[in-house]
Nanobody, 118 residues
Framework: QVQLMESGGGLVQPGGSLRLSCVVSGSSASIQGMGWDRQAPGKERELVAG???????RYADSVKGRFTISRDNAKNTVYLQMNSLKPEDTDVYYCYAGPNAKTGSNYWGQGNQVTVSS
């Protein structure tokens, strides 16, 4: 059983910063990628940033240059540093982990609200 525990969301003013963290616990040794999706009400979920076990990263065009994803494999933790936040970054952010190399499964956290507003 794989579980994801997120933290770090909240309310921030435009131009501010937040850091999201996600700890993966359980049978996570075969997890390949980790990252963050986000979803606003009425919209489809979109990839924000992802990072492979080897450390290669990818970002949505809308966050390139502002967000940085990193991971600590020893702690099974992925981080998303969000700088220069904009009101349009307001969303629920979901940590994901997967695929599991043994089962092919993907896993998501419970979601973390990020609100950018003055």
């Amino acid at each position: 059983q794989v579980q994801l525990m997120e933290s770090g969301g909240g309310l921030v003013q435009p131009g501010g910063s937040l850091r999201l963290s996600c700890v993966v616990s359980g049978s996570s040794a075969s997890i390949q990628g980790m990252g963050w999706d986000r979803q606003a009400p009425g919209k489809e979920r979109e990839l924000v940033a992802g990072i492979s076990r080897a450390g290669s990263t990818r970002y949505a065009d809308s966050v390139k240059g502002r967000f940085t994803i990193s991971r600590d494999n020893a702690k099974n933790t992925v981080y998303l540093q969000m700088n220069s936040l904009k009101p349009e970054d307001t969303d629920v952010y979901y940590c994901y982990a997967g695929p599991n190399a043994k089962t092919g499964s993907n896993y998501w956290g419970q979601g973390n609200q990020v609100t950018v507003s003055s």
